[in-house]
Nanobody, 121 residues
């Protein structure tokens, strides 16, 4: 089991940038596939991005491709999501997750509590 704590959320104007971090506990972080998901008010949770254990494999939702970048630092047990050119429709609670399968589905084993991102127009 991995404990996950997100940070870096906040308020930003449209066109701005934020970088989210997800700190993981435990010594096995480097063996996990990691993902970012988000849930906007009144909407279902959706996949944002995923990265494999080495960082060489990445996947993005079409809605964020070219604007968001997922990365990880295994030495620091930390996952990141760099978000550029933010839009009001990116407003959501962003949650990181850890699992054993590289997937865009919700099949992850451990989830953080989430961090709020609000983008104003």
């Amino acid at each position: 089991q991995v404990q996950l704590v997100e940070s870096g959320g906040g308020w930003v104007q449209a066109g701005g940038s934020l970088r989210l971090s997800c700190a993981a506990s435990g010594r096995t972080f480097s063996t996990y596939v990691m993902g970012w998901f988000r849930q906007a008010p009144g909407k279902e949770r959706e996949f944002v991005a995923a990265i494999n254990w080495s960082g060489a494999g990445r996947s993005y939702a079409d809605s964020v491709k070219g604007r968001f970048t997922i990365s990880r630092d295994n030495a620091k047990n930390t996952l990141y999501l760099q978000m550029n050119s933010l839009k009001p429709e990116d407003t959501a609670v962003y949650t990181c997750a850890a699992g054993r399968q590289f997937t865009t589905s919700f099949a992850y084993d451990d989830w953080g509590q989430g961090t709020q991102v609000t983008v104003s127009s």
